[in-house]
C-alpha cells in the first residue's frame, strides 16, 4: 500500500509540493527496504534515517515491522533537530498510529481523521518551529 493516510503540512501553501515529496519518499523507502532484505525481518521497528536533503528540505523515513511506512519533511535551516529527536519523533507518531489502529470504529486503510491523532501531530509540528 502506497497512498499517504495522513498528510499535514506547514505553512499549506506548498502543500502539493510537499505532496510530491512524500510520494517520491515512499519509493526511497521502498527501495531501502530491499536493499536490506532479511535484516529488516529480524527488527522490531526501522528507523530509516535521512532518506534525502533537497535545498530547502530534509526527508526522513521510518517502516514498522507490519510495513507501515512514515515520512516526514523538515525544514532544512532547522539544525537544532538531531537524528535521535527525529528518532523520538517517529516513535510517537508510531504509537499515535498504533492508538488509531486500535479504534474499533477505524477502518484500515482509510484516511486518518482522529483528533488525538492530528493534535498530536501539531504539538510536534510546533516544538520543531
Given at each position: 500500500?502506497?497512498?499517504?493516510?495522513?498528510?499535514?503540512?506547514a505553512p499549506t501553501e506548498n502543500e502539493l509540493k510537499f505532496h510530491?515529496?512524500?510520494?517520491?519518499?515512499?519509493?526511497?523507502?521502498?527501495?531501502?527496504?530491499?536493499?536490506?532484505?532479511?535484516?529488516?525481518?529480524?527488527?522490531?521497528e526501522l528507523y530509516l534515517g535521512l532518506l534525502y536533503p533537497t535545498e530547502d528540505y530534509k526527508?526522513?523515513?521510518?517502516?514498522?515491522?507490519?510495513?507501515?511506512?512514515?515520512?516526514?519533511?523538515?525544514?532544512?535551516?532547522?539544525?537544532?533537530?538531531?537524528?535521535?529527536?527525529?528518532?523520538?519523533?517517529?516513535?510517537?507518531l508510531h504509537n499515535s498510529y498504533t492508538d488509531v489502529m486500535c479504534n474499533p470504529f477505524y477502518n484500515p486503510g482509510d484516511r486518518i481523521q482522529s483528533r488525538a491523532f492530528d493534535s498530536m501531530v501539531t504539538s510536534m509540528m510546533i516544538q520543531v518551529c
Open positions: 500500500m502506497n497512498y499517504p493516510l495522513y498528510i499535514r503540512s510530491y515529496m512524500v510520494h517520491t519518499s515512499l519509493d526511497v523507502v521502498d527501495e531501502k527496504i530491499s536493499a536490506m532484505g532479511k535484516a529488516l525481518v529480524d527488527q522490531r526527508v526522513y523515513g521510518y517502516v514498522t515491522n507490519s510495513k507501515v511506512k512514515f515520512v516526514m519533511v523538515v525544514d532544512s535551516s532547522n539544525t537544532a533537530l538531531r537524528d535521535n529527536e527525529i528518532r523520538s519523533m517517529f516513535r510517537k
